[in-house]
């Protein structure tokens, strides 16, 4: 008997053929409890960058369990990351620390609610953002504060909605990860950031796919924006439980006790977490390990693309550095997936024949491919599996 409600914990409708015993995780693979190993594309959704099972992280980890885990006073180490990160992230004057992206991201719309005493949120179409009140724009419950949406890379649109002069803040991933992966047009979060800076409104980047993934200082430093507010999570710690938010020292000094907004959380700057994202930077630091996964995303981008050039399928695959999105139906996604016509039926028939190769992608195309180091070592075995499935795909 299965007393999970609804035999679930997540909203993500999960494929017939998918496995849904597992037991463990190894370098690029999942394995269930009879010993059959997948190759995993979903990593953690994107929060493993390591693979799974990283030896250092278990070290590490083992380590501080020794130490004891949990405190109710003050650590040395969150002292000492929240300076590493201010050093690296370069809207992070100050930092905080959460346990879920979406604590990080309900703390940075309260505050920029606080600071610009206007309570209206303005998002895109497509985009992710957590579970609490303020972002679910929809979801079987209407709420009374849900956000306005524009689309994504609509400058003109994004533009004209900001100089309502309406909004605390824009909340946005600088490249959507929620709506397949979408990176930003050249010149869309310049545009944001000016038209922020004139109407007195917060632009909170959410990085709690992007950072640590994409390098060490994030999408704002890889595109050159500087965000007032942002929100960390995900690869961060590799899977453990931590998220950040940070930003400018006028809009975090609005949190208590510098100021009245209040911010807490048993779980917060959980040290644990910690300890496993202080190595993680060391173990980032000196870019190798970023440029071997944007090497491999570049490959395999290609691969994909030349196959479905071969098979002169209705079909495209996009995305940047280590983070990519096949889709079928449309030929790219400019302003997100969700606001193209794509066909998820074609997409459920490659996920399941996938699966049947013990290759398992994201059930949805909005959800993005995460490719770690581990990907390596079966980039063949995934080349392969692509040509066959397309094939079949085109002979259906
Ligand atoms: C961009 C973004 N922000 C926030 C969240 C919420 O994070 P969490 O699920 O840890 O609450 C997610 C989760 O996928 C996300 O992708």
């Keep these: 008997m299965n007393y999970l409600s609804g035999g679930v914990n997540s909203p993500i409708p999960i494929p017939k053929n998918?496995?849904?015993?597992i037991i463990a995780g190894e370098g690029p693979y999942v394995i269930d409890k009879n010993g059959q190993k997948y190759i995993d594309m979903w990593m953690g959704y994107g929060a493993l960058l390591f693979g799974h099972a990283d030896k250092e992280i278990i070290q590490t980890t083992s380590k501080c369990l020794k130490n004891g885990w949990f405190f109710s006073y003050q650590t040395k180490i969150e002292k000492d990351f929240s300076s590493v990160l201010h050093d690296l992230i370069p809207c992070a004057e100050r930092v905080r620390f959460a346990t879920t992206g979406s604590d990080a991201v309900a703390y940075a719309i309260r505050a920029a609610r606080a600071y610009t005493s206007r309570d209206m949120v303005l998002s895109v179409v497509g985009g992710y953002h957590g579970v609490h009140e303020a972002m679910i724009a929809s979801e079987g419950?209407?709420?009374k504060n849900k956000p306005d949406l524009v689309h994504f890379n609509n400058t003109k649109e994004s533009i004209k909605a900001i100089k309502t002069k309406k909004y605390a803040c824009m909340i946005l991933e600088p490249i959507m990860a929620n709506s397949g992966c979408t990176p930003p047009?050249?010149?869309y979060l310049q545009a944001l950031r000016k038209a922020c800076d004139e109407t007195n409104t917060v632009l909170i980047f959410d990085e709690v796919v992007t950072g640590f993934r994409i390098n060490l200082g994030g999408a704002q430093k890889k595109y050159g924006v500087t965000p007032d507010l942002s929100t960390f999570s995900k690869a961060i710690a590799c899977g453990l439980p931590l998220s950040v938010v940070c930003g400018k020292v006028s809009i975090l000094d609005k949190f208590i006790p510098t100021g009245n907004v209040f911010f807490a959380g048993t779980f917060n700057a959980h040290p644990l977490s910690l300890a496993v994202g202080t190595l993680v930077i060391e173990m980032l630091r000196d870019g190798k390990i970023h440029s071997r996964i944007t090497k491999l995303g570049n490959r395999l981008r290609s691969f994909i693309s030349n196959s479905i050039?071969?098979?002169?399928?209705?079909?495209?695959?996009?995305?940047t550095d280590s983070m990519l999105t096949v889709a079928f139906g449309c030929k790219d996604f400019v302003h997100g997936i969700s606001n193209e016509k794509f066909n998820q039926k074609t997409y459920d028939i490659f996920v399941k024949k996938m699966a049947e190769r013990?290759?398992?992608?994201?059930p949805l195309p909005t959800e993005t491919v995460f490719l770690s180091p581990v990907h390596e070592a079966v980039i063949e075995k995934i080349e392969k599996a692509f040509d066959e499935v397309f094939l079949e795909i085109k002979n259906l």
Excluded: E
């Design 18 to 21: 998918f496995p849904n015993n």
């Design 141 to 143: 419950i209407a709420f």
């Design 185 to 187: 047009l050249p010149g």
């Design 309 to 319: 050039n071969k098979y002169d399928l209705n079909a495209c695959v996009q995305g």
């Design 358 to 362: 013990k290759i398992l992608f994201p």
